[in-house]
């Protein structure tokens, strides 16, 4: 039970949004994928954090004033924008594979807690 309690605050704490400023990185030169966050400067935003990808680079950093999720084609690359901390280290199949998991445990502590 205090495993499940434990886990579930794990959950909510990574799932929830903060009100104040979040971390993203920042970097606008080897910063390509796959990324490695060594040496890679952060910063303080008050929207969300952006990956942008084309021909093959990728830059990262902030775009105040914006809260949005999600992936867009624009001027012939691609940008990502996402609210969580340090959100635009990770790759958008990284995400994915995050949201399922976190929505696996969701189900089955929902699960437990009818059975126990």
């Known amino acids: 039970m205090n495993i499940a309690l434990g886990l579930c605050l794990f959950v909510l704490t990574v799932a929830v949004q ?7 990185y920042s970097c606008l030169t080897g ?3 796959p990324f490695s966050a060594n ?7 008050s929207g969300s954090c952006m990956k942008t ?3 093959g680079k990728a830059m990262r950093n902030c775009l105040p004033g914006v809260k949005k999720n ?4 624009a001027a012939g690359g691609n940008v ?3 609210t ?22 969701c ?3 929902s699960v437990f807690k009818h059975i126990f």
Do not use: F, H, P, W
């Open 18 to 24: 903060q009100v104040s400023a979040l971390e993203c």
């Open 107 to 109: 189900v089955c502590m």
């Open 80 to 82: 990502c924008l996402c």
């Open 53 to 55: 990808e084309k021909d």
């Open 84 to 105: 969580g901390e340090l959100c635009n280290g990770a790759s958008e199949r990284y995400l994915s594979r995050v949201s399922i998991v976190v929505t696996i445990v």
């Open 39 to 45: 040496g890679v400067s952060k910063t303080d935003c």
């Open 70 to 73: 999600g992936c867009e084609e």
């Open 31 to 33: 910063c390509d994928d």
